[in-house]
């Protein structure tokens, strides 16, 4: 079963749900990232808050959320669009446990969450809060609490093997719609998540997506909206990392080209390592130097 969302919507209740499987794309990061167990857990948590919070985006959107604290971990940074691409990276892969995955700990207990969305104005939203939990769930539950001030509860789960390698990954998020729906049906419905086993569980368990959410939403007649495939994916490219390397201007190209003869930029989030050689450093110099460029 690959990755992906669903949508479903209890219009009499007032509440749109969403579940998500996230285990290959989470995979796919910490191979990329090479990171330890806690740094999987730690990457793993902030995509699959990165998917589910794209999942409330309109079409061409996109989402960051960056958890920031005084931990070994230092920042954790994950992007996520509305059609269910998603990159991030930890900027610490290799921290090691101190016997338990203390997430909390090795993120900080004192730090920041940045939420910034880009909705297709002209200035991105941005959002910061305080670290509430450094649990990850707990603090994007406080940024829908204190920002959004939308009626909203989560939850994000993995489960790793005995080598540290993440078996499964995946979250669920219910949000009270705006304009109809019981009072308290999100406290309701948070009860009832208590009386279930962890979302990582259930999906470790084989339950899909679509059985979670009607575990959670057993005798509250819903629709289901929508199901889109999730996958780790940048878009960064050698064009890219080549503009990039041109807005260093010619003096910092020409250093390049007369010290290194050539050049590598790794790209943060997927790992991917471009290239450049002498010709492509000259060719490029000439290029800037034919523009006036300095």
Not at 206 to 224: I, K, Q, W
Not at 274 to 282: A, G, I, P, R
């Amino acid at each position: 079963m690959g990755d992906y969302l669903v949508k479903v919507m209890a219009k009499e209740a007032g509440v749109r749900g969403f579940a998500c499987l996230t285990t290959e794309l989470v995979q796919e990061a910490t191979r990329r990232h090479d990171t330890s167990p806690l740094a999987s857990v730690a990457l793993g948590r902030a995509l699959t808050g990165a998917v589910l919070m794209g999942a409330l985006l309109k079409v061409r959107q996109r989402v960051a959320l960056k958890f920031e604290g005084s931990g070994p971990l230092e920042k954790v940074l994950a992007e996520a669009d509305s059609y269910g691409r998603v990159r991030g990276y930890v900027n610490v892969s290799d921290v090691a446990a101190d016997g338990q995955l203390d997430v909390e700990k090795a993120i900080g207990r004192a730090g920041l969450l940045t939420v910034v969305k880009d909705l297709r104005l002209k200035q991105l939203y941005e959002s910061v809060i305080p670290l509430v939990t450094s649990d990850f769930t707990g603090d994007l539950q406080a940024y829908f609490d204190q920002s959004e001030q939308t009626a909203t509860t989560l939850q994000i789960g993995e489960m790793l093997d005995a080598d540290g390698r993440v078996l499964v990954a995946g979250g669920l998020l219910l949000q009270e719609m705006p304009t109809q729906g019981q009072a308290g049906i999100i406290l309701q419905l948070q009860d009832r998540l208590q009386e279930l086993p962890p979302v990582a569980d259930l999906f470790h368990q084989g339950t899909s997506p679509e059985a979670v959410l009607a575990l959670v939403l057993a005798g509250f007649a819903y629709e289901h909206l929508e199901q889109r495939p999730l996958r780790f994916q940048c878009d960064c490219s050698w064009e890219r990392t080549r503009q990039a390397l041109a807005s260093l201007g010619v003096t910092e190209v020409a250093y390049l080209l007369a010290t290194d003869g050539e050049a590598e930029v790794h790209c943060h989030y997927c790992g991917e390592v471009y290239h450049f050689n002498e010709f492509d450093l000259e060719v490029l110099l000439t290029e800037l130097n034919a523009k006036g460029e300095t």
